[in-house]
């Protein structure tokens, strides 16, 4: 079957490092998204994942092994504006239909 | 580039009547575009796969009586909630695929359904 976790909430400090988790199990894996969605909002993409390895961009990088299915969404140099919440989705199918976990709500503190 | 946008962006319905929603690519065209339900402090789950020409692909548990998927051009789909109840108040989005590129969804602003 399908299965994609990520952590509800995590916190974090303005100005920190925070690496947001997320682990899938599925069949016919295209690549993996994350997006972020404040309250209220539409999600906006961030990245997207295809071959194992870390991607950069900017303030966020993110990381896909696909062998071990697990994906990390890294934020350096934190603002308060990054509050939202983070989604992992994996593609599948000719079709690229997303799956969403959860999603992890994250909250920058001063 | 790639801007979906969808109205209206809010709207509050009396139990029993129908509301249609659109979603739109603005500056680019869109083969297939998705529709997705989200409820309060849940994830987005997909609803269906809207095909320009062609019926749309339903997941399971939607109605498709129900929710009535129409996408006639290549920069519109519409979603129309039929008899629509409270339990169907919740945040509708769309998304679209670039054309040419099948990977990247980018998504609509989202429309709010209160039923009352």
């Known amino acids: 079957g399908q299965n994609i976790d990520q952590p509800t909430e995590m916190t974090a400090t303005e100005g920190a490092i925070v690496q947001i988790n997320c682990t899938y199990q599925?069949?016919?894996?295209?690549?993996l998204f994350w997006y972020q969605q404040h309250a209220g909002e539409a999600p906006t993409f961030l990245s997207y994942?295809?071959?194992?390895g870390l991607e950069e961009k900017g303030r966020f990088s993110s990381f896909l092994s696909r062998s071990k299915g697990y994906s990390y969404l890294l934020l350096k140099e934190l603002q308060m504006k990054d509050s939202a919440s983070y989604l992992c989705?994996?593609?599948?199918?000719?079709?690229?239909?997303?799956?969403f976990g959860t999603g992890t709500q994250l909250k920058v503190e001063l | 580039g790639a801007v979906v946008s969808q109205h209206p962006s809010w709207v509050i319905c009396k139990s029993g009547t129908s509301v249609k929603i659109e979603c739109r690519s603005l500056?680019?065209?869109?083969?297939?575009m998705f529709w997705y339900r989200q409820f309060p402090k849940q994830s987005l789950m997909l609803m269906a796969t809207?095909?320009?020409?062609?019926?749309?692909?339903?997941e399971q548990g939607v109605e498709k009586d129900k929710f009535l998927i129409n996408h006639a051009s290549l920069t519109l789909s519409t979603l129309t909630v039929t008899s629509a109840h409270p339990e169907d108040s919740s945040f509708y989005i769309c998304?679209?695929?670039?054309?040419?590129?099948?990977?990247?969804?980018?998504f609509g602003p989202g429309t709010r359904l209160t039923v009352l």
């Open positions: 998304s679209a695929i670039v054309g040419g590129n099948t990977d990247t969804q980018y």
């Open positions: 599925t069949s016919g894996f295209n690549g």
């Open positions: 994942n295809v071959l194992d």
């Open positions: 989705a994996f593609s599948t199918g000719g079709g690229n239909k997303l799956t």
């Open positions: 500056d680019f065209q869109a083969t297939t």
């Open positions: 809207s095909n320009e020409g062609s019926k749309a692909t339903y």
